[in-house]
């Protein structure tokens, strides 16, 4: 085995070993950004690419599908956590969680972002409104100039409210919007009834969708 040692003047070494055969050359290339950094390890061993940096798959082949226009090749974002999304009627009134569980999770990767989970009521006061609103945890994305590409869809449920809960299901959001809606789905209109009147303060709303970020 050979290796280059670089050493610090404190005495500890970084070592850039090979193995002792290699079938053939290898080139190990190094980019010239501006500020010199390619990548660094934290402390507890983690690769920390400098921000907006990540890992290119542009040698990949892609989809042969009609029409495909490739936006992105390159992950360079990746977050999952937990938020508390907010909860609005589109006419008047309001909704309150129980603070015990008023919260969904999310996972992002690169502008793609899933969520999931319930959430439970424990008020309301004269709710009112065909959209029941449910807050995001990013802005999603119009996608301007692909028709309604960047509109958010899933699925979601109301529990314990005043129709059979696979009335209710997530209508097709525009995109540019930090909320999803939720609206009677037994009805095949666009004018559906009054979705937020039906909750009250039993009611549970689960959400499971996917959408594209800003």
Do not use: W
Not at 89 to 95: E, F, L, Q, V
Not at 96 to 101: C, D, M, Q, V
């Amino acid at each position: 085995m050979s290796e280059l040692n670089l050493s610090h003047s404190n005495g500890n070494k970084v070592k850039l070993t090979t193995p002792d055969t290699l079938a053939a050359n290898r080139t190990l290339k190094l980019p010239g950004d501006s500020d010199g950094t390619i990548t660094h390890y934290d402390s507890n061993g983690n690769i920390v690419p400098a921000a907006g940096k990540g890992i290119d798959f542009s040698a990949q082949t892609t989809s042969s599908a009609s029409g495909v226009v490739v936006q992105s090749e390159k992950i360079t974002h990746f977050e999952e956590g937990i938020y508390v999304p907010t909860i609005v009627c589109t006419t008047s009134g309001s909704i309150t969680l129980n603070t015990s569980y008023n919260k969904l999770s999310y996972t992002r990767i690169n502008n793609t972002v899933t969520v999931h989970g319930r959430v439970r009521v424990s008020a309301v006061s004269s709710p009112s409104g065909s959209q029941l609103r449910v807050g995001l945890p990013f802005t999603s994305n119009v996608l301007v100039g692909y028709g309604d590409a960047g509109r958010v869809f899933g699925y979601a449920r109301l529990e314990n409210a005043a129709q059979v809960q696979y009335y209710y299901g997530i209508a097709a959001t525009n995109g540019g919007n930090d909320y999803v809606q939720i609206h009677r789905i037994d009805e095949n209109d666009d004018n559906t009834p009054n979705t937020c009147a039906d909750v009250d303060s039993n009611a549970r709303i689960s959400v499971s969708f996917t959408y594209r970020a800003q």
